[in-house]
Every structure is written in C-alpha cells, then in structure tokens.
C-alpha cells in the first residue's frame, strides 16, 4: 500500500513540471496554431539562464524565473519578427510553422552548444536532492516546489487568456486574423505578444526543470516527442487538458516503470497517443473537429 | 479603354468583358521534360567507370547516399507532399526495411538486393496498418503521432532481442575488392531511386493522384466528391512506406551494420520533409532536388567546418531561410514565377 | 457636393497577380445608402477590400474626410471610421455569439458602455439572444451572416461597409435588414453595401454604381440605375424583366 | 426517390433537425425552404452523410444510405454543394472540376489524371457558365460567386442522378442566375435529373420547383406545390415575412 | 608534405561530452608530436570530424578521410555503438583500428584482425576487478550480501552487466555463441542480486522512481552501470533524494568532473568507479621517441586546456602515442606493416602508453592489464585498487554513509 502511495507521488510530482513543460506548447498551439517543436529546445535554453544565475551570481532557480521568462520573452518577440510574422500570410501556415520551428530549435541547439558547450548541467539548490519524509513515504521537494509553481502559473495565464481584454484579442486573432484586423485588433502586435507569453513559459519552465533535470542543448530531442504526446491527448491547444494529461500519464508511467520495467516507463507517453487517437482522435478535451 | 455604359450598348460591353477576361485568363503549365531525368540517369550508370581511372569511392558513396535519399524523399512525397499528411516517423519503415531483409541475410545469406521488394512489401503492410490508426487525424496531431511511432519503434527494436536490441548486428561483408565492393549497392539503390522517381510520377498522374492532393485540401470535399479518403490515404501511406522499406533494405547490407539509433532516427525523417519542403512538396522533382541539395549541404559544413555546434546552427539556419524565402520549395517557388528551368520540369 | 470618401482611379490586385482593379472609382456622399452591382468576379469585394486597407493599392488614392488612406493598416482605417463586414468568414468560429460581439466593439474603452449595447443587439436579434452562448462556428449560414451585421451596430463608424449582407437570409429577414440599414443611415451613418440581390439592394438605395471589368462603368441615383435597360439586361437578369 | 424519414439531428440541446420526414420524387425538382437556423443545411449533412445523424432513416432508390459513407453515396449518384463554398486550393479550377468525376475501384484509381475527353466536358462546362478564364486559376483564389459557380461545375461533372444545391444562388449575379435556372430545367426534363434545391430566393423557387418543402425548427411544417405553399399562413409568418404583399403590390 | 591523421568522433549529440574530451587527447597528443619533430620527420594534421554520435555518419566520416582526405592512419571514435559499425569499414580498407572505446567483447569476435583495443579488457570482464575489490579490500563477512543492478541499455553496459550475471554472449546475427559468463561475477562472490533494471538509451526521465524501488530493494549494493556521466550524476542525485543507504555504490561512469559538480561531494562520498586511467598512477611512457610520465601528460593537459584530464582524454592520449610508436616501429605508413608490428608486441617490448603498457592477443584485446579502481572521497577521485602494484593508493571508505 505505502509503495503504491509512493509510486503515485512520485508520478504526480513529475507530472507537475512536465505540465508545465507542456502548457506552453500547448498555449502557443491554442493561441497561435504553431506546433513549437522548440519549444522543449527554447526550455533548455530558460534553464541555462537559470544555470548560469545559479553558478555565477547564486541565484536560486525559483527566484531567478521571472528573469528567464522575460528574457526569453524578449528571445521570442525577436525570433517572431524574425521567423514568423511573414508566414502568417501563408496558406500553409501550420504546416510552414511545425517546419519553421524545427530548424528552430536545431539552430537553438547550435547557439547553445556553442555557448555553453554539450556538457551537461544541472543546477543544484538545495531543495532539488532533498524530500519531505513522512513516515515511510517521501515528496521531493524539488518536484514539489516546481509542480506546484507550475499550476500556478498556468492557472494565472488561462484566467487571463479568457476574461482580460488582450486575451480577447489573443484568442480572436487565432481564429480569424482578418476578421480580427478589420475590428480594430493590432494583430501583429498581438501575435508578438502571444508569441513572447509562450516562449516566456519556456523560459519559466526551463528555471524549474533546471534542478529537476539535467539538461545539455541537445537534450531537447528526448522531450519534445513526450511533450507532444502530453498534448495530443490532452487535445491539442487545451491547457487543462494538458496538465491533465501530464499528471495523468506520469502516474501510469511510474507504476509501469516500477512493475513492468523502466524501459517501458517511456512507452507509456507514446502507446497512450495511440490509444486516444483510436478511442477519441481529439484528445481528452479536445473539440470534436466540425465536419461541415 | 474608357467605356462607360452612358455610351455603349450591352453588346459592347459583353464585347469588352470578354478581352478583359482573355487578358486576366491564367494559362496551363508549360510542357515537362523527360530526356533530362533520363539522361541524369545515364550519366549516373556511366559513373563506376571512373574506378579504372582511380579510386572514386567516395563519389560512389555519396551519389549512393544521395540515391537512397532520392528514394526516400520520393517515397515520403506521396504521403506528405500529395496527400498533405506530414509524417516524422518515415524512419520506421526505413528501419523496417532494413531489419527485415538484414536477418534474411544475416541467417540465410540472401542478398538485400534481392530481398528489397519483399521488404518493401513488409513496410508497406506496417505502413497500412499504422495508417488505419493514425490516419483518422489531421495536421499537427497526425505529426505528433508520427513521432510517437517512431518511440514505439525504438523502444521496441531496442528491447527485441533476436535482432540484437539496442546492440545491434552485423552483417557479412561481400568478398568484391575494395574497388568494386560498392558496385551492387550503388546499382541497386539508383534502381529503387529511379523507380520510385517513375512511380511517384505515375501516381501523380492518376486518378488516385488527383485523389490524394484533393484530400490534402480538404477531406470532407474530397469525400463528398466521392473519394473514399480513407483508403485513398491508407494507400499512399503504404505505397511511402514501400519505398522507403526498399530503400532500407538495400542501406541496410550496404553499412554490414543494423541498429536501432541508425535508423530509426528522427533526424533521418526529419531530412526526408526537409528535402521535400525546399526541394518542393508535391511535385515530382523537388525531392530529387532537395536531396541533392540537403546532402551537398552537409558535405559542405562537414567539409568546411568539420564538426561542432556550427553544423548544426548552419542546417537549422538553412532550413529556416529555405522556408522562408521559398515557401514552396524551390522548385514550386520557382514554377509560381515563370522562372523554373525547363529542364526541372518533370511533372 | 460634399463627399465623404473619394476613391478615385484606383489600381489593385492580390499579392503580386494582375490587376483585378484598374480605374475604378467611387464617390460616397454622407448618410446615403450606396450599392454596388455587377457581375461575379468584377472586383467589388477587390474594392471594398482595398478600401479598407486588406489590399494594397497600386495606384489611385482613397481620400476619407480629407485624409488619405492609402498604406494604413485595416486596424487604423477602422479606427478613422470605416468599418467592413467581408463576405466570407468574418466571424471568430470558436468564440461564443456573445464573445464575437464583445470583439465587436474591441476598439471601445468602456466596458460598461460595451456591456449594455451587447445587450441592446441581443434584445433585437431575438435568434441571437437564443443562441448567446453557442460557438459562431457551428451556426446557420443565415445565422452566421445576421450576427456578422449585428456586430457593426456596435461601433458607430462613419461609414459601414457591407459585402452582400442578405447572403443566404430569409426573405424576411433580408427586409429587416434593409429596414435597419435605413435606420442606420437615418442616424448618420454611411452605407456602401455591394449585392448581387441586386433589385433588392437598389429598391432600398439611394445610389447605385455598376462596376464590371475593374472599373466603374456607371454611377448614379439608384432609380436612375434601375431603369437603365442595358443595366436590366447585363445586371438584373433582364430577360425576366424585360 | 430520396425519402428522409424522421430524421434527427441533435447538438447537445439544440435540435437542428427534429424529425424530419420528406420525400423526393424520381424526376421532380423539389425546392427545401425555411427561415435561418430551420436545419435544412443540418439534413442535407445528413443525406449526404457529412454529419452522422442522430437517429432516422435515409433511403435512395429503395435502399437505405445513412449507414453508408459519404463517398459511396455519392458513387449512388447523390452529389451535392456546401452552402459555403468548400474549394481545393493549389488546385486549378479545372482540377477542382474533374476531381469530381466518377472513379471506379483500383482499376480507376491508376487512370490519367485528366483524360481529352474528361479536359473538354470540363471547359464545355466552365464556357457555360461564363468561368472558362479562371479555369487554370487557383481554386482559392476567386470571388465569391465564382466559387459558388466552381461547385456547380463540379457538381454537373460527376453526371449525378440527383443533385442537392445548398444555395446555389447566393451570391450568384442574377442575370447568370437566369441561365442557370435554365439549364437545370433542361437538365431535368431530358435527362429526368432529379434536384433538390436550398434556396432564399423565393422567386426562384417559384419558377423552378414542382413541389415545396418547408422546415422551421428541424421539423417539416408544410410540403406541397409551390402555389400552395405561397399561401401557406404558417409560411407566411415563419419565413415570407410581408414580402409577398410588396411583391404583389 | 604532412602525415594526415583522421578521427571521426562525436562532438554533438549524446555522446558529446566524452566526444569533446576525446578530441583534446587526440589534440594535445598531436601538438606534442609535433613540437617534438613530428612522426618520420613530417608534420602530424589532424583532421577531426562530428560525427552527431550518428552511426551512419561516422562511417561515412571515415570513408572520406580514406578516399578523399587520403589520410595516413586513424584513430578510433568514442563508444561502442559507433566503433562497431567504423569496424567493419576499417577491416575493409586494412587501416590499423586503435580503439579507444569501445569494450564488448563481440566487436573482437568478428575475426577482424586490425582491431586494437586501449583499455583494459573486454567490458565483459570489468566485474572481475570490481568483486577483486570487495574481496580484498572489505574485511571478511561485512561485504554486501545483495545487489541491485541498474543499467542503461547501452552496449557498454550491458556488457558489464552480462559478466556480473553470468549470461550468455550471443551473435544476434547467426544466433551463435560467443561467450558463456556463468556463474556470473557477483555469484562468484556470493552476492545475490535482489534486483534487475534496465533504462532506454533515449528519454528517460523516471529517474526518482527507479531509485525508489533501488531503495525498497534494500539491496546493500547498487551497481549503476550508466552510458555516460550524466545518466551516473542522474541516478545518483535520485538516489539520494530518496535517501537510500547502500553500504557499497559502484558505477561504470562517473570519474569525471561533470559528476561531482553534479551531484555534490557528499552524495558522490565513497562512489567507487572503474577507470583505465588515473592522474596519480606513475605510468611510464614514450612521446616521440622521449620519455613521458602520466605525471607529464596531467601538466601538459593543464597547461594547454586549465583543466585537469580524466580518462576520457588520456585514453584518447594513449591512442594517439600507439599509432606513433606503430609508424615509427614499422618505419612506415603502410597500414599493414604497422598493424603487424602492434601485433609483434610482447610484454618486454610493447607500446608504452600514459595507460601503461600495451600488448594484444589475436582479437586485439590488451593482454594482461587489470582496472584501477577509484573512489570520490571528499570531493577528489582518489585511486583505491590495485594496492601494491603503484605508489599513491589510498585507503578505501567503506560503508558509505547515505548520501
Ligand atoms: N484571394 C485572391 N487571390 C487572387 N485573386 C483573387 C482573389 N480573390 C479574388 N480574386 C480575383 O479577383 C477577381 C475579382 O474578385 P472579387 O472578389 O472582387 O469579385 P466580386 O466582384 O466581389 O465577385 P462576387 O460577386 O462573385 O463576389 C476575381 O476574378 C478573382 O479571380
Ligand atoms: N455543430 C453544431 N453545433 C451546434 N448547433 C449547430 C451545429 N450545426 C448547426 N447547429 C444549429 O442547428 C440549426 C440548424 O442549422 P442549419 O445550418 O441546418 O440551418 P439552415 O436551415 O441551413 O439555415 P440557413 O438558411 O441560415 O442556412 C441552427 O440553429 C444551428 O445553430
Ligand atoms: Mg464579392
Ligand atoms: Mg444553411
């Protein structure tokens, strides 16, 4: 019984962090119809902010997260202006932007290996190899502060994706750039905007997964196929659904891993995406794509 | 010029609307070329003759190389390019293929080369039957679940030991001197290459071609014009899968050396859309040209810069100013501005 | 005569293709109802559209109350006055009837003021108000088409542009229609609207202008229009007519 | 010929067809009207089977099609037009034209393309209705009634026995329209196609239909020669509005 | 005219880490060289290229050297999953194959016979030294009595984990038998292993559970046979998370100084880790044609990277004199001639390398060399086996205390 209360908490204490990993991806699919297959690539690179804070000045990586979301913000407003904003013309914009972004994050790769060489990292506080003990059962405190963070954050952002005025004009230029423009929307700003939110939940991520996980630039490829199935079974662009889903497969990931073996711990992320697309192609809470 | 209708009668008008729609009408495509493909082919045929003037085998290498990515682009251009259904898991089937036929030759020494087809038939059957799952969503999704497979893949191979899990195996080498050793894999890959080339333009060509790019466009329109999509699809899923099964088969014989991390690589799938995207989506040649393109590019950085996080920057940077300033590949971009060499025309 | 936009011999097309505009011009007169007629694939969508920004104009001016449009954004045209309705998928799919409406007035502050004419549309619009909380997306074609009209009651533009508004309405809804666009005018606002329900449109205007060709090949008081024959033959479906 | 029986459509709460039941007579031209949101765009889903119903019966020709899927009721020959224009882009308009032509098994599948003949039905067809210069076009990239006639094109390209037009007029310029009207009737009546019209325009429909079918709320309220239904006081209420006065003013 | 020395070796990707280190060995070796007069009197070029830790391309990379650089010799690539297809490629042209890593016993078990192997032995065979130390270093009776193997699914691993076991080593190609194991190392010495886990090469993150049921085991000793420091820093930073107290933790990685800024001095306290190489063994060797103590290399490293070394540039390092001492042995570029010379090696004679001293039986594997083994004590990697043999051992901490 302890073991299986324990093999729960440690599913869910991952399963924190990977939802907020997650729901930038799926915030910039939702609000943009941009798959961000950097994304994972653009955490790292919040992580080595972090890293760097962390070694050189001796910052905490939860103090330092609001500066590497703003920093890679400000990352993002500029790989915007200069990647993106010609596409959103493009009849085959999502298609073009799945592309786009992945020579994105391997050019991420290239500039961060270049800076920070392929030597991996971790930041060490001391909260990340430390656990609550209560009685035979344990919480790591690292998980635990970085999942918790992590709803909060998300929490905040979807309040203000559905009731602020910007989050208004965020979801209205998503559906209908044109029908949006003509209403008086600045959707070029809007799209920037958008866009940095994202790449800033990247950078805040990255601060958390910094002493969760060790990371080196290349690590990024590991992640974003279990990122993406995270989403996809969430349904693409839902938020909740995505944390849902994170919480959800890390669990069944951990008793997997503990009684059939950590090989298969992984497969879980990817046979559960083909199960749902069987069962329920649009994910958990998903909308049923409209037929006519 | 200045008519208005205060002065002219109906007639004139109509008179009128019909020189200006003679002067708006768009005219069919300019004619395609066959000698030059057929020719290209010829001169890579003539090629191993340079081994009696010295040793060219690196050339051979890399025309090889070139080849089995022409094969497979093409391959994949049936799924993504014209039914539109992006896959980043085409490294299953070029795993599959080369799994399937490397054991054939590994126990019973049948050579890869004659193996190939029925590898490629093997593929495609994976390939159907990953397609009926899979193939019920669209865009984004469909790609992500394209990787997953992918995963599956791996962690699969990797844990299967009678192909020799993540360790992998080797297969026997031929007995052909350093010289000519290359010979029956560099002929055999140009075949596959060269047919697949013909097959994609076969394809695009039929009925099931049309098919295919109407369900590119929008599926509910493609059914209600009486496609039946889902087999339409499933069909192209497997026809890619075949070649690229092919191709496996004979690249597998080719290295002496089966692993999963050779090839059930998402950067190998990756270079498939990628060669499709700048080469051109859709069209017959804009693999061939991507691959080209893709392959001399990194002969280039690893030439020039030889290693590191340059090569890395350098094909992320190139793959994003390609998307950006050719959109439709260089081939389609080329072809909406009237300015596509006539003999890049093989559509 | 005191125009309130002038467009005068403008050229344009999309993206780099022909012109599909070539000397095509417009007087619109305030408070007046304008409709535009002619055959599809004249280039009266092209013209509203360059009007408003979407297209850019290759040659000719767009002068508003003196101020010359040409080059600005969608958004700042909007914002000088000129509101467009196009023709096609002006709605955002996945927001509610309410929220599409709250977009509707985005460029207004005061949410207060926003709220109760949100709530004025709704009270006229009884199919509206029934289907408050539904996505746009999954409505009627009609249904889509009156809440894309509604939306422009909730700005008071200058001029309201209107692509075919009684696209896909019941006769008797179209007649509402007519009727509050006449209300709207009788308050001061401008209409330019473009119909291919042409005796409609012209019935319940006060100017009419043929374009065909990219050009503007007649202008004048709607009546005028109506009777010309050749317009009746070319436009109207005249044989009937006749 | 098409007999739709207590079909139901259900979204959530809303009912967008409530029990409909209609019959379509071999050779007839029947026109389906009804105010805004009635659910005619809803049954029509259902008939050609873009929506799944939820629950009622389809039968064509004395077999039931709602179980069927949608390419192979339209290999019955039941074709139809989307109210809102649904054109491939990055295909040319004759492309979207041919697309629509019949494809028999894998046999048909590995035919050209885009055969002689199929090529001049085609432009005889585009000529007809006056589209014949954006033939090589983008299909995206037309105006609004030029994509509504694009459809129709395809629509006569696939030689359908029974045909349903979600608004063909709509948009449509009416001097065009009149030619359209024309050659529909003469469809009908030498190649007895049967037609199944959506439309506002009521005095099309007059003209052109043989027998009315009027929905409001997802149910059928009145059905019947068009005279009949004209005077129709529920019609009159639910949909003419004071329209038919004016006009016989 | 330049002798062109080639190595294809993974500066991006997994494997990068040791990748970058490799190429400094094959770097300062080289820039030694040359001060010193080069090899046959010509200037040493090196030509390094990324392979991505790619198979395929590492092939190619080697192909190229061959034909177009027209390179004089080699030197091997980083790992075993990249050295056994450049095998098959190296056999085919004859070129002297010095490996640097790659240990599982099968790449010797092909009937290459220009394969030579600079570490110890096959990876088949390390348990032996790790079972030596707990048999001579731990007082009788207080040695674990279990152990828990966890494992990367990696070549190298499993076959270290395959002699601890005792299994079986298989041609999965033809099916056929290469080695048999049994009993198995730890049977040997009477350790019963109470659990068994392997994790996937790629993607694994589950790192806290796997140290959860490492610790419910309650195994004494936990044998971590990771792919790389970083997969070591991993499992070991869980461990102590969790806060497991095994009496004895040794891993297959983990020398490096990645590690201990990783995981900390006191998590990494009494870590025990098999290495060839260590800074303090007084290994004695040649540098073209002079005297060169690993004292010397350690400076030199210093000097040129400020960095200390570790095992993953000296052993690169050792390649590099290897090649040296077969050209200027066989007085020649010719392949062949340099291979028969490295082959005509005998224990009076042999390449001398800052690993000590080389020879090599038919398959190419080093004859007669044991592991040093190493501990983290306080922040330093000091070398606790084998006592006796050099100066400079240090006692070994056991139990550990948690982490
Ligand atoms: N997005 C586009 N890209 C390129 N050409 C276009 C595009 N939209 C329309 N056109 C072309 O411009 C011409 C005029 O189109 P426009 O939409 O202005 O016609 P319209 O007068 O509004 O016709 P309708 O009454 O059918 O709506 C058409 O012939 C069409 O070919
Ligand atoms: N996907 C959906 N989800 C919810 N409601 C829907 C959906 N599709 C249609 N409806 C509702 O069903 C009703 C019928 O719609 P339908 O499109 O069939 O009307 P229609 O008769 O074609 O009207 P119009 O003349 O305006 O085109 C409408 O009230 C509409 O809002
Ligand atoms: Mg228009
Ligand atoms: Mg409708």
Redesign the pocket.
Known sequence: MADILQILILGLALGGVIALMGSGLSLVFGVMRIVNLAHPSLIIAGAYIAYWAFKGLGIDPIVMLPVSAAIMAAIGVLVYRLMFEKETKSAKYSEMTVLLTFALAMMAEGVLGGLFTNTQRVTSPDYATDAFFIGDLFIPKGQLYAGLLSLAIIGALTLFLKYSRLGYAIRATTQNREAAELLGVNVNFISILAFAIGIGLAGAAGSLVSFVFSFFPAKHWEWVAMLMSVVVLGGMGSILGTVVAALLLSVVAAFVGTWIGATWSTMTFFLALFLILLIRPQGLFGEKP?MA | MAVTLQQSSANSVLEARRAHNEKLARRADQTRVTWFPLALLAILLALPLLQFVGNYNYVLHLVLFTASYVAMASGWNILGGFAGYVSLGHSVFFGVGGYFAGMLLARYGISTIITAPLAGLVAAVLGYLVGLVTLKVRGPSFIISSIALLMIARILFDNWEFVGGANGLTLPTNDLPVQWAKLPYYYAMIAIAAFTVWATYRIKHSKFGLGLRAISKDEIKAESAGIDTRFYKVMAFALSAFFVGMAGAVWGEYLTYLRPNIFLLILISANLVLMCILGGKGTIVGPVVGAILIVALNELFVATMGASEVNILGTGLVMAVGLIFFPLGLVGTLAKKGKLPRVLNWD | MTELLQVTNITAGYGDGPAILDGAHLTVEPGKVHCIIGPNGAGKSTLLKSICGMLTIRKGDVIFKGKRLNGMRPDQILREGICFVPQERALFPKMTVRENLRMGGFILNNQKELDRRIDGILERFPILRE?AD??AG??????Q?TLAMARTLIIKPAIVMLDEPSL???PKVIQEMFDIMKMMSAEGVTVLLVEQNALMGLKNSDWGVVLDLGRTLFEGPAADVLADPRIQELYLGGKKAA | MLEVKNLCKH??G?K??DGATFAVERGSITALI??????????F?CISRTVTPTSGEVWLDGARIDQLRPHKITAKGLSRTF?ISRNLSDMTVIENVIVQSRVDGIRGMLRPAMSAEEKDKAMAILDFLGITRIAYEDGHNLSYGQKKLMDLAALLMSDPKIILL??PAGGVNPTLMEEIIGHIRALNEKRGLTVLI?E?NMDLIMRLSHKVVV?AQ?RVICDGPPEMVRKDPQVLDAYLGGVLEEEAA | QTLKIGASLPITGGLSVSGEKHKRGYELCTKLINEAGGILGRQVELVVSDNRSDPATAINQYERFINVDKVDAVYGTFSSRLTFPVGSILSKYNMVHAVPSGGALRIYEQGYRNLFYFQVSAAEYTGKDVVAVIKDLIPQGQGPKTAAIVSADDFFANAIAAGLLGEKVKDPATDKEIADLAPGYLADAGIKVVMQEKWPEEGFNDWLNLANSIKRSGAEMIIGLTASAEEAVQLTRSLKTVGATPKLVYLSQGAQTEFIEGVGENAANGVMIHTTWHKDVPFESTLAGKPFSNADFVKAFEAEYGVEPDEDSAIPFAVCQGIEQAINGAGTTDNAKMGEWLHARINDDPVRTVLGRFTWDERGLAKDKSHIMTQWQDGKLNFVYPTGEFEGVVPFNYPKAGF
């Open positions: 409209e | 289907r539904q996505h999954t409505m009627s074609g009609g249904q088409q896909g309405l019941a | 979204y959530g809303i967008a067809v009804g105010p805004n949101g009635a659910g005619k765009t809803t049954a889903n109210q979600d608004e959506v506002h929905m997802g």
